[in-house]
């Protein structure tokens, strides 16, 4: 029998140090706003272009879908900005809260458009707000994704650290789910003009 050559390994976790309960409740909580980013835009954000906003179908899957693109784009990115702070700071701690900070707020302001806009000024505000949401939705999520590799070095604790993660995004996403879609039955669903 060889012995593992890794402290990742399987093996090895008995030899890490477990991690404090409360990081990794601390850690495991900012599933709560990922969870919320990557199921509300999803279940509402169409319609409320669509029926709140007056804006054409094929527009409003544009939006939402030049949103998502930019997200593809801009990940890489802030991984690289990310690795940056890391190695300047010794931690991911800044684009963290910088995305932890802008999101809520970008993320309101797609969902508040001023009254008085034509359809189409009011889909280039909810395109422009909601991309800014994507982008701090990135300062945020891509570091928190890299951060077990970083809080220890056992396979187990590790483990511990991503299934509590899962846990509370899946809570998350079940309690946004149910949520969303009673907020939206309850705003008004005629729309402010019906030219775009």
């Avoid at 991690?19 to 706003?33: C, E, M, N, V």
């Amino acid at each position: 029998m060889t012995s593992a050559s890794s402290s990742s390994a399987p093996g090895d976790a008995d030899r890490t140090p477990r991690l404090p309960r409360g990081l990794i409740a601390r850690y495991a909580t900012g599933s709560l706003g990922t969870g919320g980013f990557g199921t509300l835009p999803g279940l509402v954000l169409v319609y409320y272009l669509t029926d709140s906003l007056g804006v054409t179908a094929i527009v409003a899957g544009l939006v939402v879908t030049l949103a998502k693109v930019w997200d593809v784009l801009i990940d890489p990115i802030i991984g690289g900005l990310s690795d940056r702070a890391l190695a300047l700071n010794g931690t991911r701690r800044g684009p963290m809260l910088i995305g932890a900070i802008g999101l809520p707020i970008a993320f309101i302001l797609t969902f508040a458009v001023p009254t008085g806009l034509t359809p189409a000024a009011s889909a280039i505000w909810v395109l422009v707000a909601f991309v800014a949401a994507a982008t701090f939705f990135s300062l945020f999520q891509v570091p928190y994704i890299a951060l077990p590799a970083e809080l220890t070095s056992g396979y187990r604790e590790r483990t511990r650290l991503l299934t509590w993660r899962v846990v509370v995004l899946t809570l998350a996403i079940l309690i946004f789910e149910q949520v969303a879609p009673r907020s939206a039955a309850c705003s008004p669903t005629t729309p402010r003009s019906a030219t775009s």
